[in-house]
């Protein structure tokens, strides 16, 4: 069996508690490394892969070289009874996410609305995380933060704005929801990465090169040129993706008075503190016309039910492929990762004297 069919089938407890491992080896308060587990291990389980624990060697090393705070909490700096303006003081995302989202759901609950926005921040894992979280309150929530600049804006041919993710979850009857966890660009860099490994050319629409030019050479988009935003083409509308995205920027960098535009640090690049910007918002439905989850359950109903142009592909609604991995992993007992990511995140934690490795006792093919 080739290393690209062969998965490593692994529990969630234990992938959680090895990224808390190899987090507090570099000095990560436990709870700060719990909460960055929880996100990744998230994101995996809902078949989000590029944000899961195939990130985690970055935030290893963005905490041992110190340009990433391990020390102290979020600190508020201005509220009213729905707002709220967050330092992140430079710690990890997803404690600042958690941070932030609670006191949002709060304010929600309190005033039927919650909005606070966050600078000082850095990589959160997937929006949706935080979306969910006002969805466990029965709330509508939302998530969107900034992030280094790599996509080009339509009729440009510079990097001046983010993959800027929005995540937006409502609830439905019987633990049914509406959950959308999208980032603004075409695609994620990362499935350009894995093309440009594998030899293989994008679709048209995913990235352009240095002088703007759309293309389906991966190496152009990464030496040069940058991803366009959702649409592709302003022929085919990617003016909407460019809006979104200065949307988010918007609500975060420029609301949050953190980093944005071509002003954050570049993608991978640790020279100086990220300053991302993010955003939570939390809405009680109850505040508003009565019956919200039911009229959900049936907006659902009428696109889940709809007769599909093919038989074999029914009509899904947001979150509906997250809960089908989701389901999948539950039965199979474990998260199915490549052997490769295993192995070289096992690397990564002998490299930081972590000695207790992620098991990699049950391959499965692909």
Known sequence: MTSSLCRCLIKKEEVQAFIVRCMTAVGTKQHHAQSLAEVLVEGDHRGHYSHGLNRMDMYVKDIKSGICAKDGEPELEKESAATALVDGKNLLGPVVGNFCMNMAIKKAKEVGVGWVVAHGSNHYGIAGHYALLALKENMIGMSFTNTSPLVVPTRGKECTLGTNPISVAAPADNGDSFVLDMATSAVALGKVELHERRGDPIPVGWGCDADGNMTIDPKRVLSGGGLVPIGGSEATGGYKGYGLGMMVEIFCG???????????????????????????????????????????????????????????????????????????????????????????????????GVSELLPCDKIISN
Request: proline share 7%.
């Open 254 to 352: 420029i609301l949050a008075g953190a980093k944005y535009s071509k002003n954050v640090r570049t993608w991978k690049v640790t020279d100086r503190v990220a300053d991302l910007g993010q955003c939570f918002v939390a809405i009680n439905p109850e505040n508003f016309a009565p019956g919200f989850n039911g009229r959900m359950t049936e907006l659902l109903g009428i696109h889940r039910g709809m007769d599909p142009a093919d038989p074999h592909c029914p009509v899904l609604a947001a979150g509906d492929p997250e809960r089908m991995n989701m389901k999948k992993c539950d039965d199979m007992g474990g998260i199915p990762y490549h052997i490769n990511v295993v192995n070289y995140m096992n690397e990564c934690a002998q490299k930081i």
